[in-house]
């Protein structure tokens, strides 16, 4: 499947779950990916997952190279940006901003994105066509989580899922900016 070739996306503050699920969905359609993993046993863990086809390195590799300054060396094997970032937080795409190429997409992946944030950001970019969205996942699916009250679709959630909105509001909703999608199962909507 080709549907992300010639793609290139940075999948930055969680490389377990939702990141990696992500990634893997990246890299499965043909996109060119890096990821960031903080620790040794998740960055094994996401090169066994994707193998040779996304770059898998620490925050730090990616905080050094940018500086936040345009102009500067660039991301790691990407020296002319990316065209889609995914980050958990607003706090985690701003200093990659420099780094996003004009008409791109951020999709922020954290349960707790505010409605208020999404929309400054996207305001913000607005002017170099760069769309920012949110997915606001509830009742995933995740190894070692304690029980919790069901959604009323009466099941947990798995990232994949999460994964498949956040490259739709990425990918093919080209006229979406400053909006938050949640991705509960209903939970939010009794």
Known sequence: MTKYARRTALVAGEATG??????????????SVLLTARTDEERAHAVAELG??????????????????????????FPDGVELLFADAVATARPLLPYLRDGGAIVLTAPTACPDAVTALAAELAARGIRV????????????????????????????????????????????TGARLPVDGGLGHP
């Open 18 to 31: 939702i990141g990696l699920a992500i990634a893997k969905r990246l890299v499965e359609g043909g996109a």
């Open 52 to 77: 040779s086809a996304a770059r898998v390195v620490t925050p730090s590799a990616v905080e050094a190279d940018t500086g936040g300054v345009p102009g500067s060396p660039g991301l790691p094997g």
């Open 133 to 176: 969205n949110a997915v606001a996942p509830g009742c995933i699916e995740a190894p070692g989580s304690g029980a919790v009250p069901l959604p009323p679709l009466g099941r947990l959630g798995a990232a994949e899922e999460v994964a498949r909105a956040a490259l739709f509001l990425a990918t093919e909703a080209t006229f979406t």
